[in-house]
């Protein structure tokens, strides 16, 4: 599975987001989705994720109700709509897929990851 990260950009604090990646190859419908971040200097960390089949989702603290994920299998894509950005959410977002239900904010229980887009908020 080949995932393809897009819709980062610069934005004021307040601002929002939709991130988009979409998946090639393989079986989008099968795999676990989730997005993670990464600012300089500091360690990739779990945003949010998602269940197959559109089910349960799972966010950070520091993001949970201001960012929701979700996927269209139609699309073999997954989002993360981002509201009432702040400047400290600024950083690299990853999606990345996995097959196991457990694990999720541990980025060894991912097997495929896309190439990042990178997010700016200006306070």
């Known amino acids: 599975v080949q995932l393809q990260a897009s819709g980062g950009g610069l934005v004021q604090a307040g601002g929002s987001l939709r991130l988009s990646c979409q998946a090639f190859g393989g079986d989008f419908s099968s795999h676990y989705m989730s997005w993670f971040r990464q600012a300089p200097g500091k360690q990739r960390e779990f945003v949010a994720g998602?269940?197959?089949?559109?089910?349960?989702?799972y966010y950070a603290d520091s993001v949970k109700g201001r960012f929701t994920i979700s996927r269209d299998d139609a699309k073999n894509t997954v989002y993360l709509q981002t509201y009432s950005l702040k400047p400290e959410d600024t950083a690299v977002y990853y999606c990345a897929a996995k097959q196991v239900p457990f694990y999720w904010t541990t980025s060894r229980a991912y097997d495929y990851w896309g190439q990042g887009t990178q997010v700016t908020v200006s306070s």
């Open positions: 998602v269940a197959k089949r559109g089910g349960s989702t």
